[in-house]
């Protein structure tokens, strides 16, 4: 079933922002392969983090990748407007199949 | 440039068929998957299934095994997702990504999404 966000989250601009995603050990918790998009809505969604805390090339270090246990978390620091939008935490959970977390809108104060 | 792009929207009745597409080019295609991911109005992404154009392999998730067929063609660069019979539950907006094989498991590329309306 699907990783588990919060519905949404605000914050004001310069502060920080940690979105949680809440998976299994038979996802999150058992492969080093979780991930984070960025979907302003009518764009293409955006890769921002890949195997947990891996930024690819282009994306700010505001944004940061962590995991505890079966629980990965998304940080972003020093909010910024264009910050605004849904973030999606994915996992790959085995034999080729991935899962999405439900998504959580950011808002930026 | 590395693009995925998709087919333009679709509206169909309950029952239709309907095959949408997504091109890539910019890069070695037969490299890397293409995924499909769907957006049911109002909620989050949910990973549907994906094909290997090196070697036509098919991956699905058990939710949509069975009702929908994921193919390519490797001559145009062209993955596709087509349904047999829609159903209204089908209307979602369907975005194609890319993968990376070997030791890659995120999604580094997107279409611009195929908004598929079906009424009943």
């Known amino acids: 079933s699907a990783l588990t966000q919060p519905r949404s989250v605000s914050g004001s601009p310069g502060q920080s922002v940690t979105i949680s995603c809440i998976g299994t050990?038979?996802?999150?918790?058992?492969?080093?392969?979780v991930s984070w998009y960025q979907h302003h809505p009518g764009r293409a969604p955006k890769l921002i983090i890949s195997?947990?805390?891996k930024r690819p090339a282009g994306v700010p270090d505001r944004f940061s990748g962590s995991r505890s246990g079966a629980t990965a978390f998304l940080t972003i620091s020093g909010l910024q407007a264009e910050d605004e939008a849904h973030y999606y935490c994915c996992s790959y959970t085995g034999t080729y199949t991935w899962v999405f977390g439900g998504g959580t809108d950011l808002t930026v104060l | 440039e590395v693009r995925l792009v998709q087919s333009g929207g679709a509206v169909k009745k309950s029952g239709e068929s309907l095959k949408i597409s997504c091109q890539g080019s910019?890069?070695?295609?037969?490299?890397?998957?293409i995924v499909w991911v769907r957006q049911l109005p109002g909620e989050g992404l949910e990973w549907m299934g994906a094909v290997y154009p090196g070697d036509s392999q098919t991956t699905y998730s058990p939710s949509v095994e069975g009702q929908v067929t994921i193919s390519v063609d490797k001559s145009t660069g062209t993955a596709y997702l087509q349904w047999s019979s829609l159903k209204a539950s089908d209307t979602a907006v369907y975005f194609c990504?890319?993968?990376?094989?070997?030791?890659?498991?995120?999604?580094?590329?997107w279409g611009q999404g195929t908004l598929v309306t079906v009424s009943s």
């Open positions: 050990f038979s996802d999150v918790g058992g492969y080093e392969y």
């Open positions: 910019g890069y070695k295609f037969t490299s890397y998957w």
């Open positions: 195997d947990i805390d």
């Open positions: 990504a890319r993968r990376r094989d070997y030791g890659y498991y995120h999604f580094d590329r």
